[in-house]
């Protein structure tokens, strides 16, 4: 994967209450529809099963993503780049890590739900290995749009992928 310049200038940590109300402008930049600030703080605060990161750029966050670890599945349930350094592969960067994350609690495969009309969340997902295995009729509760459910097997190809796009970043 070649990376940008932006790419090597970011850094990952995990969220804190602290940073709800960055993460929430973001969403609402992100979103037609966004989360509520109560929904992350549910997320941070009550959801032990909850688990987000956050991408920073000289200490501002320009993107965020979570994940549910449920025994050995991660669901992930966000991710988010800042509009200005959207098509720059920070989204791959992040969902990367999110996946490192999620093996460090010996997570076997990963979902999530996808809208129908959102082709390129589709394709990266598919460049990275999620397959298509279904279609949640109506999920979208602002439009009744269809969500397409997407599987990842963790396997020896993923973890090639995490550990050449980790030398190839030098963020922490």
């Known amino acids: 994967m070649t990376e940008s310049k932006e790419a090597k200038d970011i850094s990952f940590r995990m969220m804190e209450v602290k940073d709800i109300p960055a993460v929430h402008a973001l969403e609402q930049q992100c979103y037609h529809y966004p989360w509520s600030r109560e929904a992350f703080e549910s997320e941070i605060v009550k959801n032990h099963f909850a688990r987000?990161?956050?991408?920073?750029?000289?200490?501002?966050?320009?993107g965020y993503a979570g994940t549910w670890m449920i025994v050995d599945e991660a669901h992930i349930t966000n991710i988010?780049?800042?509009p200005?350094?959207?098509g720059k592969k920070l989204g791959e960067v992040?969902?990367?890590r999110l996946l490192e994350m999620a093996m460090v609690y010996a997570v076997k495969r990963a979902t999530l739900e996808v809208r129908a009309s959102n082709y390129a969340a589709q394709a990266l997902y598919r460049k990275i290995g999620f397959l298509d295995s279904g279609v949640r009729k109506g999920y979208y509760s602002d439009n009744k749009e269809d969500a397409i459910?997407?599987?990842?097997?963790?396997?020896?190809?993923?973890?090639?992928?995490?550990e050449q796009t980790k030398n190839t970043h030098s963020g922490n």
Not at 52 to 62: A, N, P, S, T
Not at 149 to 162: F, G, P, S
């Open 149 to 162: 459910i997407m599987w990842l097997e963790i396997d020896e190809e993923t973890v090639r992928k995490i």
């Open 52 to 62: 987000y990161i956050v991408m920073l750029r000289d200490e501002e966050i320009i």
């Open 80 to 82: 988010a780049v800042h």
């Open 94 to 96: 992040m969902l990367y």
């Open 84 to 86: 200005s350094y959207r």
